[in-house]
């Protein structure tokens, strides 16, 4: 049976090595362009792995990690992830997760709906199936009905919410809410950033920009979300033509198309734990057919 390297936090010795139950370390080493070869020291033994071309190891073409594990096929399958979804509006995105959830090609489920207008389209949508609502922030007019930052947070730590997705919420997320999910908070933005992002630029507004800086090319980003409007790590973008005689109304209805694929693709992956991150902080997305392969 052939094993395929993959990368994770440690690296498992036979029951019968020598170097098992002794404190080992991974020395530095370069990638060579057909051979990877790993040195491990302890204080009494070294212990190497070479992988070359002509041996019956498959040798990975990129790793965020830098420490090996054998697979062998035998992993368990990621369990269904707990989602939360914050919308402003009709909640187009949203509908979509939902429906990649329903239909099976999201590994998760919508647990929570976040809104800052209770008689949007969108809450309207998840209490017709049965998500419950929660208001943030708080209402000026009715207080009562929202959420301070810090009960935002208990309340999704008591659903068990692994991923928050911004899916047309136009408020800033509060940093309590950033730094209690690193890494676990996602945005759908209608234009390529970094251009044509920052506060103020939402919803036909970006379009309107997009048109009158002559920009050729537009489409979605999804990135994951930090203090600042629109300047969090960018996971996936998908590019659409701006044609000549555009109206911003047209660009914004091809671009939310695209909109509607990019997320519940993004989604499928961050559910089965397919988002890998490069050493410079860069996020990839590894491929479900080609494991071996990042974009």
Request: proline share 6%.
């Amino acid at each position: 049976m052939e094993s395929r390297v993959l990368f994770s936090s440690q690296f498992n010795f036979p029951v019968n090595s020598p170097l098992k139950n002794r404190e080992t370390s991974i020395a530095p080493f370069t990638l060579p362009r057909n051979v990877l070869s790993l040195s491990f020291r302890s204080s009494a033994d070294r212990f190497a792995v070479r992988i070359g071309p002509r041996s019956f190891v498959k040798a990975v073409s990129f790793a965020p990690k830098i420490v090996a594990e054998v697979d062998d096929g035998s992993r368990d399958e990621p369990r269904r992830k707990k989602l939360a979804v914050f919308v402003s509006g009709g909640g187009s995105n949203f509908r979509k997760i939902h429906e990649g959830c329903s239909d099976g090609s999201v590994n998760g489920d919508v647990v929570l709906l976040v809104t800052n207008n209770k008689d949007c389209g969108g809450a309207e949508y998840a209490r017709s199936n049965g998500i419950p609502v929660l208001v943030f922030p708080k209402a000026k007019r009715e207080p009562s009905d929202g959420l301070s930052p810090s009960e935002l947070v208990d309340v999704l730590r008591k659903y068990g919410v692994d991923f928050v997705l911004l899916a047309g919420y136009l408020k800033l997320i509060p940093v309590e809410l950033v730094q209690a999910f690193p890494k676990r908070i996602l945005n759908i933005h209608p234009a390529l950033l970094p251009a044509f992002g920052g506060k103020g630029l939402y919803g036909i507004r970006v379009h309107k920009a997009v048109l009158e800086s002559g920009a050729r090319y537009s489409g979605p980003t999804i990135h994951f979300v930090d203090e600042e409007y629109d300047t969090g790590r960018i996971l996936a973008q998908s590019a659409v033509r701006v044609i000549a005689n555009d109206t911003p109304e047209e660009l914004a209805k091809r671009v939310l198309h695209e909109e509607h694929k990019l997320y519940v693709e993004v989604v499928a992956a961050i559910c089965e734990e397919r988002i890998k991150w490069r050493e410079d902080g860069v996020p990839l997305i590894q491929s479900k057919e080609n494991p071996d392969e990042y974009y």
